[in-house]
């Protein structure tokens, strides 16, 4: 194995996960994923396909159908997008990894936008580039962008500046006027956007309604930005493995060899659930978004009411980033927590020193009963 | 998108496809697949799996119970395996990509026997390493292994060995002696042996029956040795994109961080079907591999009895690989026999220049007549 690999953290959310084998008093929320199943229509049109014995290898770039699928819904909530710009990607993860192979080589720079998400800046690492990380600074228990030290960062040697908005996992989420001056700086230095925007649906701000500020609003067609986004969050298909990229149409031939190279092709009744999915997007993502804006306006006021906690309102995304006084050691209490109150959260360290003394709660749940739940064991932890 | 990507060259193989856009009346026998749907027994374990809800993320090293089951199987066949040595993969060809990050980096020495399947060669590139080419050496219509020339072009500055045995496309299958031979080269040099042995068990070999020849019948655990399997060609399940590693045991903590970095897990439904394919495999894989010999016999000797066709018989995997007397290229020859014949094959270039020349066709079929069929289309084009 590679040194650069072993040098890679293990996910120390894993690692809590691990502290709790064998129990099944824990309440987890350290996943980022509903424990709601993946809806029935859209489980019904994968078993349809696989009655009808679509079993064979498939379109690199993903079943034209779907491309198309996607295109009108990418079109439907920002700029109009062309088909030829959607590649059908095996996760959202693997977009990302896609994405990173298209654009970084061996000694390329990258910016990212922490803490984030590990596997953000995992990935450019493993392809031999250097990354630097820029730190949202935390006001109180909130997390916002400093443009300024954006602009320093990135500059004309920046190959590629990676940023997750809605963030996973503060809730920071890009505005409208920053996105702007974010594309506009990296038009000047040419720098590539890697944009994950998986979270875009999962949104509390007011005017935008149900999809968060993105890229695609207003970038050019053939701007330097690759938008990643994966079927899991929005349509409670974590385990489908099933995403997709959003490119300039220059890219379209050059991301069908990086497909060949890296899964082949997505499986094609996984692609029809796909399709199902889009199909009844908007009769079931926005009922999606309401309940789990309710599940995080049962947590986050209990939150909030724990002398010791700090903790702002996520702009998006499935979680709640808090911190708990006099805690320096995320993973250590993360620990205890699970060991001594029951309750599966995932340390903030997990996402980067930055987050280091933060805990990520996961809100998306069937039943906002668990998060009361849980915020009381966490409450009881906090008297002992 | 990077120079590196730009220049790989696209597939030979959808070239020559695409020419076929449109046309119903094209024998195809291009691609690497059957033409036969994934057993129902194999289906059905999936859609259970759908049905009981399933649809969650999952280990990235894959379900404990297939990590166990493919252990099982591979010791069958093999050396004892341990379960720990198993990483599940999205694939086949993702096992490759994961196995050449494991081990390749930019600069680094790789050295590929060819005429191979493009993907294998592709991916180190994307890497940054540098690759080396090994031609096998055809004599008539087979093709043998030049040990000394291997052993020249390994040297310990070499740090990855890819191996295709069986091998596609030329049939090429290594003896015991060559796979000793090979890998005691290999420990002097200090050089890993990726192996991708997914057609192990469509031999026709005599004395090995059922499987073909390979390192893990006598490597020893902590060999650096990676072997790379796939569920596609012995279960029929190519759609599926479902695979495994076989590696030494201390590189189980790297391969589960290098799966999270790529596509986190494979589907577990995906997963439960290759369990089901597993329990039943010595009741389907055998039969599956005597009906293919049924179809290379009924394709050989029509492709022999041709005057101007170079040709022998395969030891395993599922192509006939043969060149034609006067026709250099094999692209150009590939796209008239579409056009002109109504006859889809691949051509040898895809594979490589040693390739060129050859034309690959894929036997894989439900019905022996196809093959027939094909085989005097292509008859009255030489008589043409």
Same mark, same amino acid.
């Given at each position: 194995m590679r040194q650069i690999i072993e040098d890679l953290p293990g996910s120390k959310i894993r690692e809590v996960a691990n502290a709790a084998l064998g129990r099944s008093d824990v309440l987890a929320f350290w996943f980022g994923e509903s424990d709601e199943t993946t809806p029935d229509f859209i489980r019904e049109a994968a078993v349809r396909s696989l009655a009808e014995g679509e079993t064979f290898y498939s379109h690199n770039l993903g079943l034209p159908e779907l491309r198309e699928a996607i295109a009108r819904y990418t079109s439907s909530l920002h700029r109009p997008v062309s088909a030829a710009r959607i590649a059908v990607t095996s996760s959202g993860v693997n977009a990302l990894m896609l994405a990173m192979q298209a654009l970084v080589g061996p000694g390329d720079e990258v910016v990212a936008v922490v803490p984030v998400w590990p596997n953000l800046t995992a990935q450019p690492a493993i392809l031999g580039a250097r990354v630097t990380r820029l730190a949202l600074r935390a006001e109180g228990g909130a997390w916002r962008l400093d443009l300024d030290a954006l602009r320093k960062a990135v500059t004309p040697q920046t190959r590629v500046l990676i940023v997750n908005s !809605? =963030? =996973? !996992? #503060?809730g920071w989420t890009f505005t409208r006027a920053e996105h702007e001056a974010v594309l506009t700086h990296c038009r000047t230095t040419g720098t590539w956007i890697v944009a994950d925007e998986v979270y875009e649906r999962i949104y509390f701000g007011g $005017?935008? &309604?149900?999809c968060a500020p993105s890229?695609?609003?207003? $970038?050019? !067609?053939?701007?330097?930005l690759l938008v990643v986004h994966s079927f899991s969050k929005s349509f409670l298909m #974590? &385990?489908?493995?099933l995403g997709w990229i959003v490119s300039p149409r220059a890219l379209e031939a050059g991301f069908a060899k990086l497909i060949e190279f890296n899964t082949?092709? $997505? !499986?094609v009744f996984v692609q029809r659930a796909g399709i199902a999915a889009m199909a009844r997007s908007e009769a079931f993502v926005p009922g999606l978004a309401q309940r789990l804006r309710l599940c995080r306006d049962a947590l986050l006021p209990r939150l909030a009411a724990l002398p010791s906690v700090t903790v702002a309102e996520p702009d998006g995304g499935l979680y709640v980033f808090f911190r708990v006084q006099g805690q320096a050691d995320s993973l250590a209490l993360a620990k205890r927590l699970v060991a001594e109150a029951g309750l599966g959260l995932a340390p903030g360290a997990a996402f980067g020193s930055e987050g280091e003394g933060w805990l990520r709660w996961c809100f998306a749940s069937r039943d906002p009963e668990r998060l009361v739940e849980g915020a009381e064991r966490l409450a009881a932890f906090l008297r002992l």
């Amino acid at each position: 194995m590679r040194q650069i690999i072993e040098d890679l953290p293990g996910s120390k959310i894993r690692e809590v996960a691990n502290a709790a084998l064998g129990r099944s008093d824990v309440l987890a929320f350290w996943f980022g994923e509903s424990d709601e199943t993946t809806p029935d229509f859209i489980r019904e049109a994968a078993v349809r396909s696989l009655a009808e014995g679509e079993t064979f290898y498939s379109h690199n770039l993903g079943l034209p159908e779907l491309r198309e699928a996607i295109a009108r819904y990418t079109s439907s909530l920002h700029r109009p997008v062309s088909a030829a710009r959607i590649a059908v990607t095996s996760s959202g993860v693997n977009a990302l990894m896609l994405a990173m192979q298209a654009l970084v080589g061996p000694g390329d720079e990258v910016v990212a936008v922490v803490p984030v998400w590990p596997n953000l800046t995992a990935q450019p690492a493993i392809l031999g580039a250097r990354v630097t990380r820029l730190a949202l600074r935390a006001e109180g228990g909130a997390w916002r962008l400093d443009l300024d030290a954006l602009r320093k960062a990135v500059t004309p040697q920046t190959r590629v500046l990676i940023v997750n908005s !809605p =963030n =996973n !996992p #503060t809730g920071w989420t890009f505005t409208r006027a920053e996105h702007e001056a974010v594309l506009t700086h990296c038009r000047t230095t040419g720098t590539w956007i890697v944009a994950d925007e998986v979270y875009e649906r999962i949104y509390f701000g007011g $005017a935008q &309604g149900i999809c968060a500020p993105s890229f695609l609003d207003f $970038a050019e !067609p053939d701007d330097r930005l690759l938008v990643v986004h994966s079927f899991s969050k929005s349509f409670l298909m #974590t &385990g489908w493995r099933l995403g997709w990229i959003v490119s300039p149409r220059a890219l379209e031939a050059g991301f069908a060899k990086l497909i060949e190279f890296n899964t082949s092709c $997505a !499986p094609v009744f996984v692609q029809r659930a796909g399709i199902a999915a889009m199909a009844r997007s908007e009769a079931f993502v926005p009922g999606l978004a309401q309940r789990l804006r309710l599940c995080r306006d049962a947590l986050l006021p209990r939150l909030a009411a724990l002398p010791s906690v700090t903790v702002a309102e996520p702009d998006g995304g499935l979680y709640v980033f808090f911190r708990v006084q006099g805690q320096a050691d995320s993973l250590a209490l993360a620990k205890r927590l699970v060991a001594e109150a029951g309750l599966g959260l995932a340390p903030g360290a997990a996402f980067g020193s930055e987050g280091e003394g933060w805990l990520r709660w996961c809100f998306a749940s069937r039943d906002p009963e668990r998060l009361v739940e849980g915020a009381e064991r966490l409450a009881a932890f906090l008297r002992l």
